[in-house]
Nanobody
């Protein structure tokens, strides 16, 4: 049984930083790509950032490029999202997800396991 547990969400002022963590268990974490998505009420879940199985390839959405960084520690079975220079439009529930293969991807359909989400609120 694969389990993904996010943590690190909370309330931050615009311009501030947060670091999200996602601890994985249940299968070989280092074999699969990981990603972060976010969602606000009334909108579809949107891609934020992804990293391949060994951390060597990663990319993010244009809206967060230069501000957010995804990374992973395979020894700890954990993926991170460092969020800097945050904006009110970054507010939402952030989900980590595990892909069906080792290479990175940005579509929700490519991810088979999801965490419960952690709420991030950025005040103006």
């Amino acid at each position: 049984q694969v389990q993904l547990v996010e943590s690190g969400g909370g309330l931050v002022q615009a311009g501030g930083s947060l670091r999200l963590s996602c601890a994985a268990s249940g299968r070989t974490f280092s074999a699969y790509a990981m990603a972060w998505f976010r969602q606000v009420p009334g909108k579809e879940r949107e891609f934020v950032a992804t990293v391949n199985w060994n951390g060597g390839i990663r990319y993010s959405a244009k809206s967060v490029e230069g501000r957010f960084t995804i990374s992973r520690d395979n020894a700890k079975n954990t993926v991170y999202l460092q969020m800097n220079s945050m904006k009110p439009e970054d507010t939402g529930v952030y989900y980590c997800a595990e892909r069906i293969q080792s290479t990175s991807g940005s579509s929700t359909e490519e991810y088979v396991y999801w965490g419960q989400g952690t709420l991030v609120t950025v005040s103006s």
